[in-house]
């Protein structure tokens, strides 16, 4: 099922960016699409466009649209390039704004430190705001990736409510946290979905 879904998604991605002129960006994708036995509910995406589900998300997808949701951040986070921003901007904060092939050639090990964290745990408050920041655009990107692949957007509001549900209002506070409250994403979501909708085709 998930690489089904990955397999639609990534089509109609494709075709969309290369339909609005993004066909260098296109370029840059070889997508893959994996599910691993791990029970942690997670799912990432590296650049270049490989995305891993794991096991212990897929009781809350409950079905293709919700897989379709899940698919959609990812690829929004690989197309948005927000890895390597992310990267970008902490290398620049740790190591004074050197270019990241002058820091792997330089400093390899704190160049690597630094890609853990990036796609890891880690950094400091300035750059977790920046990377909620790309939490919020990679929903909305998603909602549309998902829209343009016949998904229905508005299973992105009732996937993340079921996620905000299995949590049982425990949260990490926001300002400590990669990504944003399950509330705060709800209304982000809700509101850009006349957009997304606009986008939908069943």
């Known amino acids: 099922r998930v690489k089904n879904v990955g397999s639609r998604m990534s089509q109609a ?7 609005n002129g993004f066909k260098k960006i ?11 036995n791990e029970s ?3 799912a990432w995406c590296m ?13 809350l997808v409950m079905n ?5 949701v899940i698919m959609g951040h990812e690829m929004a986070h690989a197309v948005a390039r927000h890895g390597n921003e992310r990267m970008s901007q902490q290398i620049a904060l740790y190591m004074g704004g050197i270019s990241l092939a002058v820091a792997m050639n330089q400093k390899p090990e704190e160049t690597r430190n630094i890609f853990l964290s990036v796609y890891g745990i880690g950094g ?23 829209a343009l692949t016949g998904y229905d957007p508005a299973e992105a509001i009732s ?14 506070p926001q300002f400590l946290s990669t990504h944003p409250t399950h509330t705060n994403r709800i ?9 997304a909708q606009k986008y939908y085709k069943p």
């Open 26 to 36: 296109k370029k840059n994708f070889q997508w893959s699409f994996e599910l691993v």
């Open 187 to 195: 209304k982000e979501m809700k509101e850009f979905l006349p957009k």
């Open 124 to 146: 400091t408050l300035g750059a977790l705001a920046y990377s909620r920041k790309h939490e919020y655009e990679a929903d909305k990107i998603g909602m549309v990736f998902m």
């Open 13 to 19: 991605v494709d075709h969309y960016l290369v339909s």
């Open 159 to 172: 996937f993340w409510e079921r996620m905000e549900a299995y949590s049982s209002g425990v949260h990490i």
């Open 64 to 68: 293709d649209a919700g897989i379709a």
């Open 47 to 59: 650049p270049g466009g490989k995305i891993v589900f794991y096991t212990g998300i897929m009781p």
């Open 40 to 42: 942690s509910v997670n």
